[in-house]
């Protein structure tokens, strides 16, 4: 009797939300994107509109319509492009790397499902959990006042492309829940630069398709359960021959928020994903495309538990107590060494990875000082590897190994603090570490990226991060601008290092030949990143302008690659956005950044102008217009041992329909 009587004793306000940001988040480098960017950006996807934060970048420049999936890991301030995020990616308090390959899957995430992005630069993410070694990305789901109750959306682009929408949502007794579907399709451009195509060269397809629904309904007068469901499809083409690949998952999700006297948030959740990959070793003058490896499954599970509790203090005092778990396994299942067209051996490896942590924040308000101070220990697990090969035609194994159980603990913290300096003016200085497990994918898994190729590495050791950062904050009536000068120094870094040039044939990879090279993932002594960052916003009347700058100066340490820039890192990237109701324009550049680890392979610098606009016909119809690299800028996006370029997205236009009531 007791859940009725405080039901009906109270005023039941669900919000969907975790509990509120601890004061002493003020002390770090935050960055918001709201709403209103994420549903009007001119490529419709997530992965775009985090562009929008300088220094945030992907392995790749290409989005999730045309890059291989393993190449979306995110990462901030430089640390090095990796296939693995660097940063901590979470939806409503769940991880969202691929329990496999730590990847992203960002077609699975609609942004007009969601509410608003907090992005925190800047390691040791303390209470959202392991794996924070550049930073948190932290992903909302829209609420009650965020969702329309019926959107609909239909638009069609250049070469073919379609995408579609339905979410709808709904006041459910006194909770809220929505329904969303999202389909995208499209017959893709050719990747490769149009002076080096070659007759295997073709269009790189795709069509991808997501479901998601959530329910957030009250079980007590101050506390709420939240219920997600997410599934997803995505199949790419690579744009030749034998370079098909294709990703599934499904994920679930409760967590319970209590906003009482006692905060208290509790969260289980379970994940399945399968991907796998096809590639081709591509012939002299691009003629011949034959296949040379099959992953044909990589089946992984990701399971995890977190519990926080956020206790009463005096004024002031702000303190969150708790932990979390996360367990990893998965394995590669694929045939190689072709021959006549024809596999001749099959490969399984794989293994487990797991994590349990403890962690404590505490936030101090005193005056015009804000004092944050977390710490966290972590005890990490590496368990089960093992690598199996066998001749098709026989079964006789060929390989059959496995690798000694690991374990190990990991301590870290940050702390920080912000002084109100005047009624606009804030002063910040934050000091963190942060440390990141190798991936399954790192561990067991090679790849081919065209005529490279690349080796994993079993013994790989945790990557550990040490930082400091300085800012100015200052948020005049009319606009914001926040200045923040940092230092990282990330030690045992993972990277493809190269080890030989082909043609030859070598370990776990095969026959590379004369146009590619052969590259292990391997610790590399440390990467030291230091730069500063600038984001502002101005409001003019009806229109507002909002930029984003950082500059990053990389190097490599160690005697093989001292003194190199680390691959994938730019030394500058800038954003900027005018817009207003209905209507924007966005200008990025990325400054020129080295594809490979012997900074051998330059990809050019590019400018890009992409435009969006909403014309309302009435009853909340609207035609929506929106144009991708309106300049049609080459975007430079990889670049093989023999000097072909891949680009990624050319001048692509869309019209349709947007309904919202």
């Known amino acids: 009797m007791l859940l ?8 039941i306000v669900v919000t969907g939300r975790a509990l509120p940001p601890a004061p002493g988040e003020a002390a770090y480098s935050v960055v918001e994107i709201d709403r209103d960017r994420l549903v009007n950006s001119a490529s419709g996807r997530l992965e775009d509109v985090l562009r929008d934060v300088a220094g945030l970048q992907q392995f790749r420049r290409s989005d999730s319509r045309s890059a291989n999936p393993t190449s979306q890991g995110v990462t901030l301030r430089g640390l090095g492009g990796n296939a693995a995020s660097r940063a901590l990616v979470i939806l409503d308090g769940v991880p969202q790397a691929d329990p496999f390959g730590g990847w992203v899957a960002f077609p699975a995430y609609a942004p007009e499902r969601l509410g608003r992005v907090r992005v925190t630069r800047g390691g040791g993410s ?28 239909a638009v069609g682009g250049s070469r073919g492309s379609f995408e579609g929408g339905l979410l709808t949502s709904a006041q459910l007794g006194q909770g809220f829940g929505f329904v969303a579907a999202d389909y995208a399709r499209g017959r893709g451009f050719v990747p490769i630069v149009r002076a080096q195509r070659g007759p295997v060269d073709r269009p790189a397809d795709f069509e991808q398709a997501s479901l998601a629904a959530r329910a957030v309904f009250p079980v007590a007068a101050s506390t709420e359960l939240q219920a997600n469901l997410l599934a997803f499809t995505d199949r790419r083409e690579r744009g030749t021959p034998f370079t098909g690949n294709g990703s599934d998952g499904a994920d679930a999700s409760l967590r319970l928020v209590g906003r009482g006297r006692w905060g208290v948030s509790a969260l289980v959740y379970a994940q399945l994903r399968d991907f796998r990959s096809s590639f081709a070793a591509i012939g002299a003058g691009r003629a011949t495309a034959p296949q040379t490896l099959d992953q044909y499954a990589t089946p992984a599970t990701g399971l995890g538990a977190r519990v926080e509790f956020a206790p009463p203090l005096a004024d002031g005092l702000s303190l969150r107590l708790g932990g979390d778990w996360r367990r990893n396994s998965g394995r590669t299942q694929e045939l190689f060494t072709f021959v006549a067209a024809r596999p001749t051996r099959e490969r399984r490896a794989g293994g487990e990875t797991a994590t349990l942590g403890a962690f404590a ?28 090969e066998v001749a098709l035609a026989t079964g006789a194994p060929l390989t059959s190994t496995r690798y000694a159980d690991r374990s190990g603990w990991e301590p870290t913290g940050r702390a920080g603090l912000a002084w109100a ?19 399954l994918n790192e561990l067991y898994r090679p790849f081919r990226v065209g005529a490279d190729a690349t080796a994993a590495n079993a013994a790989l050791a945790p990557e550990r991060l040490h930082g400091a950062e300085l800012g100015i904050d200052w948020t005049p009536e009319a606009g914001s601008l926040r200045l923040t000068a940092f230092e990282n120094r990330l030690d045992d870094a993972i990277a493809n290092v190269t080890v030989a040039r082909g043609p030859g044939v070598f370990p776990q990879v095969g026959f590379v030949s004369a146009a590619g090279t052969y590259r292990v993932r391997r610790n590399l002594e440390r990467i030291r990143a230091r730069g500063i960052e600038l984001d502002g916003s101005l409001r003019l009347g009806a229109w507002r302008l909002a930029g984003s700058y950082a500059l990053t100066d990389a190097r490599v340490g160690g005697p ?9 890192t730019p030394r500058h990237s800038a954003s900027a956005t005018l817009g207003r109701s209905g209507v924007s324009a966005t200008l990025r550049y990325v400054a020129g950044q080295w594809e490979d680890d012997q900074n051998t392979r330059r990809l050019a610098d590019a400018l890009t102008l992409d435009a969006q606009a909403l014309v309302p ?9 929106r144009a991708e690299n309106v300049t049609n800028t080459r975007i430079e996006a990889a670049i093989s041992a023999d000097g072909v370029v891949e680009r990624a997205t050319p001048r692509t236009l869309w019209v349709g329909l947007r309904l919202n009531r």
């Open 4 to 11: 009725p009587i405080l039901l009906q004793s109270a005023d």
């Open 126 to 153: 303390g209470t959202a959990g392991p794996g924070a070694l550049a930073g948190t990305i932290e992903l909302e789901s829209g609420g009650p006042d965020d969702l329309p109750g019926l959107g609909l959306q």
């Open 361 to 388: 924040d505490l936030s101090v308000e005193a005056g015009p000082f804000t004092l944050s101070a977390g710490a966290r220990a972590d005890r990490w697990t590496i368990r089960d590897g093992f690598l199996r």
């Open 421 to 439: 300096a005047a009624g606009t003016l804030r002063l910040r200085a934050a000091g963190y570490a942060g440390w990141r497990l190798p991936t």
């Open 560 to 568: 093989a690659l001292g003194g190199l820039r680390p691959a994938q």
């Open 617 to 625: 016909l009435g009853r909340g119809l609207s035609v929506e217009l």
